[in-house]
């Protein structure tokens, strides 16, 4: 549900059966999901906190714990995403030739417009984000088609190949959209 409509918020409890939160966590996050996370726990020691935040928690609360200091940390944590979301539906991603924009899901190569499929813009955008750093084939496709998607690793190597025809100068020797060899992609400003 949090993938297909994130939320504001979401409250964990690090000990969950079955799937632990911090694995949550870190899925929701590989997602894109931006909604802000208490994690909560009975669990005090610092590498717990330590992990639970470096994994994209916006707060953590051990137990025992009264319920107002719950609420108040609920009241402060949604005065935040609210500034962050502004920001991130009007965020324009400057990339010299190339210009993305986020909300509306408009690139322009040279003050062009670039015609792209969603799942082409969501490759790029993947990307984008993470300038320089290298992606798997495998990872791709987790992180933008999902977990559920029983496609081959070839499918990302096909979508390379159509965005660099769309976003690269010379699509045989990338700029943007490059290979790493044994590894995978990434893209480079």
Known sequence: MALDQPPDLIVL?????????????????????????????ARDLEQDKVNGLELGADDYMTKPFGLRELLARVTAALRRPRQRLTALAQE?????????RSATREVQRGGKPIRMTAREFDLLLHLVKHPERPF???????????????????TVDNFIRKLRRKIES???????????HGVGYRFMP
């Open 170 to 180: 010379d699509p045989a020797h990338p700029t943007h959209l490059q290979t790493v």
């Open 92 to 100: 324009i991603l400057d990339l010299g030739e190339l210009t993305l």
């Open 13 to 41: 409890d690090v000990m969950m059966p079955g799937l632990s939160s911090f694995e949550v966590l870190r899925e929701l996050r590989a997602q894109g999901v931006e909604s802000q996370v208490i994690l909560l726990t």
């Open 136 to 154: 798997s084939r495998g990872q791709l496709l987790t992180q933008v088609w999902g977990d559920d998607y029983n496609g081959t690793e070839r």
